[in-house]
């Protein structure tokens, strides 16, 4: 009878975890899109500092355990909906406004431009420009495709003065991947200039949510 008992209590055990990692948006062993938006949003807040790769290995179990320690959030190391909500990521589906993913040569023409705008900005400042592209994609004011976006007419200065074309470094790709990904610095900008050399009077009256590097990110 009590060896009966043990199991019963044993299989409760296993029913109830099953539940509740079902519920969950991510765990350890876990791969995939969410993975990738939650480490994106962990490295946004400064708490992950590895790969954007989905998946959810010891560097994304300790900075979900880090994050929910500074966050007043029981520190199991398992995103459930209290965490996920704390982090401003959707559970169990693609990120809120998600165009289709990238054919491989769109991510490259991203990189390019990141490469042709933002060289010698911070790597925040980069992430940040390919983000302000995916922005626009996702924005019914502009084209729906990153290359349609890119090469819009007067959009963008590198694409004005052949820049584009020029070879990304690693780091460009890297930082279109990781916008790509879900990071976002400009948390929705649509537009970017430099202050110091912008000549259109028509940019500077946009609202400008922050500055990273050189640029101005505004909406």
Not at 91 to 96: E, F, I
Not at 129 to 152: D, E, H
Not at 156 to 176: H, K, M, N, Y
Request: charged share 15%; net charge positive.
């Amino acid at each position: 009878m009590k060896k009966t008992v043990c199991v019963l209590l044993a299989a409760a055990l296993l029913l109830s975890v099953s539940t509740a990692r079902a519920r969950a948006a991510a765990y350890w062993g876990s791969r995939g899109d969410e993975v990738y938006r939650i480490q994106a949003k962990l490295s946004q807040y400064g708490y992950y500092s590895g790969p954007l790769d989905g998946v959810f290995g010891q560097a994304t179990y300790d900075a979900v355990t880090w994050f929910q320690r500074r966050n007043g959030l029981k520190p199991d190391g398992v995103v459930g909906s209290a965490t996920a909500a704390a982090l401003g990521v959707s559970l169990g589906q693609a990120a809120a406004g998600a165009s289709a993913p990238a054919t491989e040569s769109e991510a490259y023409l991203l990189a390019r431009l990141v490469h042709g705008e933002a060289r010698g900005e911070p790597y925040t400042g980069k992430v940040a420009v390919a983000a302000v592209v995916l922005n626009r994609v996702k924005s019914a004011a502009f084209p729906n495709t990153i290359s349609g976006v890119i090469f819009q007419t007067g959009a963008f200065d590198c694409v004005r003065d052949g820049q584009i074309w020029l070879t990304p470094d690693a780091e460009s790709l890297r930082a279109a991947n990781d916008a790509l990904a879900g990071w976002d610095p400009t948390a929705g900008c649509i537009y970017y200039y430099n202050p110091a050399t912008a000549t259109s009077s028509w940019i500077w009256s946009r609202e400008v949510r922050l500055s990273i590097g050189a640029h101005s990110f505004a909406v």
